[in-house]
């Protein structure tokens, strides 16, 4: 199916679930919104599924690998070769966000979206829209139809995870040099400067990050993408892995499993999907805001307040992971947490004045 038929059938949320699990958070005993955000991402969950019987078990993390052209600008601390050497690590379950999802119980999906001349990996799935993109200062980093295949290939990732029961997923990415291409792609879709969206991504120094802003400043002068058509842009300036997480989004807007976006770069594919279709908007939640200095502000475009602030720039969903068990405890409140008529307990009621 065509990527347009796919974005028709997305839904606007369920008001009516999100009333329903509304009225549960104000039954339990305990001030009125006092777990904040928590509360909304519960009632976001509700709002997306149909049902304020929410489940976030079983969860997985996809982790969607690929490389970037615009590597040989100098942009980035290491080589190319890094993001092949991570993507095997990933698939044997040694990196920093399998040890985390195992605290977190949590599957780890690694996807060869884009890795340059991987040969394949136990443990990594395969949905190679390229081998990786092109260097876009020179032109385009890949074609229209390859973005478009990248999104579909998210999509269809998060209908496979919905037709095995999962309640709840991460959008991750590993790619050297993903924080130039996002940086790129989002100095055009939200009409900012490089110098305000390019950071130092793993490490980067002075000089690097001058080259940086400067790869970016002439990738959108040589490419002049159109901020109006998102495939353009992507095509232009992206990755395959930002476009494998656009269509993560998409398809837990279309499949009702909801998706917690990551760091900066995870957010910049969220910003993509909001832009293809808004109604994807119901299936994100933000879960940390990334120590890149673009972070809050692409999270203030999706209007996404983000659940934990720790200065965390790893990507590979760990982030997303880290939020996990908040999602959890919060669960466990709204699901088991005694009433005010439990307690004999006048119940809390919205006064003049609360937010």
């Known amino acids: 199916m065509k990527l347009n038929e796919l974005l028709s059938r ?4 369920d008001e009516a679930a999100r009333a329903r ?71 044997l379950g040694r990196t920093s966000v399998c040890r985390m999802a195992e605290v977190a119980h949590c599957r780890v999906v690694p996807v060869d979206m884009g890795i340059l001349n991987f040969p394949g990996a136990d443990g990594v799935l395969s949905r190679r829209a390229g081998n990786g993109t092109a260097d876009f200062t020179v032109g385009p980093a890949m074609t229209r ?56 991504g793993a490490g980067l120094s002075d000089a690097g990050l001058a080259r940086k802003i400067d790869a970016i400043r002439r990738g959108i002068e040589r490419n002049k993408p159109d901020a109006a058509d998102v495939l353009d842009v992507l095509s232009k300036l992206g990755g395959f892995d930002i476009a494998g997480m656009c269509g993560a989004y998409l398809g837990g807007a279309l499949y009702g499993v909801p998706v917690l976006i990551d760091g900066f770069i995870s957010a910049v594919a969220a910003l ?29 475009a999706l209007g996404k307040t983000p659940l934990i602030a ?34 004999g307990i006048e119940a809390y009621t919205p006064q003049e004045g609360q937010p």
């Open 145 to 200: 139809a390859q973005a478009e295949q990248a999104i579909l290939y998210g999509m269809e990732l998060v209908r496979g995870e919905a037709a095995r029961g999962t309640k709840l997923l991460a959008a991750g990415e590993m790619g050297i040099g993903n924080t130039t291409t996002a940086a790129a792609v989002a100095c055009v879709l939200l009409g900012q400067r490089a110098e305000t969206m390019a950071g130092r």
């Open 21 to 91: 699990a509304h009225e549960r958070w104000s039954e339990c005993a305990k001030p009125l919104g006092s777990l904040g955000t928590l509360e909304t991402a519960i009632e976001d969950i509700a709002a997306l599924t149909g049902s304020a019987e929410v489940a976030l078990s079983p969860r997985a993390v996809l982790v969607l690998c690929a490389d970037n052209g615009v590597v040989a600008q100098g942009v980035t601390q290491t080589d190319s070769s890094v993001t092949a050497k991570v993507a095997h690590q990933l698939g």
């Open 272 to 300: 993509c999907a909001l832009r293809l279709c808004p109604r994807a908007l119901k299936a994100m939640l933000a879960s940390h805001v990334s120590a890149e200095p673009a972070g809050r502000l692409v999270l203030d």
């Open 10 to 13: 997305i839904t606007p949320p």
């Open 310 to 343: 720790a200065g965390m720039r790893l990507g590979e969903g760990t982030g997303a992971v880290a939020a996990m068990p908040l999602l959890d405890m919060a669960l466990a409140v709204y699901r088991e947490c005694y009433t005010f008529e439990d307690g």
